[in-house]
């Protein structure tokens, strides 16, 4: 089995910073894309940005500039580096990876996973 668990999440004032952090661990073989998504109340969850294995990148048009997402591949673990925050950042962050992973029958599979989510607050 995989989990993946984010950290880093708080309330902070627009304009300030915050660093989320996402580890994946389990009986992994590999870790391929890997993502931070949003999803504010009321709103549909969205993408924020992605990093492929080999660190390429993609951004929201709406973060880009403001974010920037890396990653760490002898960790499993990627990072999404937030400035300038906005009071339209408010949301909860999932993080999201594509993994190589056993599953109960022994077989190595690629699969979609996510994280429980971290809550973002920015106040004006």
């Known amino acids: 089995q995989v989990q993946l668990v984010e950290s880093g999440g708080g309330l902070v004032q627009a304009g300030g910073s915050l660093r989320l952090s996402c580890v994946a661990s389990?009986?992994?073989?590999?870790?391929?894309?890997m993502g931070w998504y949003r999803q504010a109340p009321g709103k549909q969850r969205e993408l924020v940005a992605t990093?492929?294995?080999?660190?390429?990148?993609n951004y929201a048009d709406s973060v880009k500039g403001r974010f920037t997402i890396s990653r760490d591949n002898a960790k499993n673990t990627v990072y999404l580096q937030m400035n300038g925050l906005e009071p339209e950042d408010t949301a909860v962050y999932y993080c999201?990876?594509?993994?190589?992973?056993?599953?109960?029958?022994?077989?190595?599979?690629?699969?979609?996973?996510w994280g429980q989510g971290t809550q973002v607050t920015v106040s004006s």
């Open positions: 999201n990876g594509r993994i190589v992973a056993r599953n109960r029958l022994g077989y190595y599979i690629e699969d979609d996973y």
């Open positions: 389990g009986s992994i073989a590999s870790v391929n894309t």
């Open positions: 990093i492929t294995r080999t660190s390429t990148t």
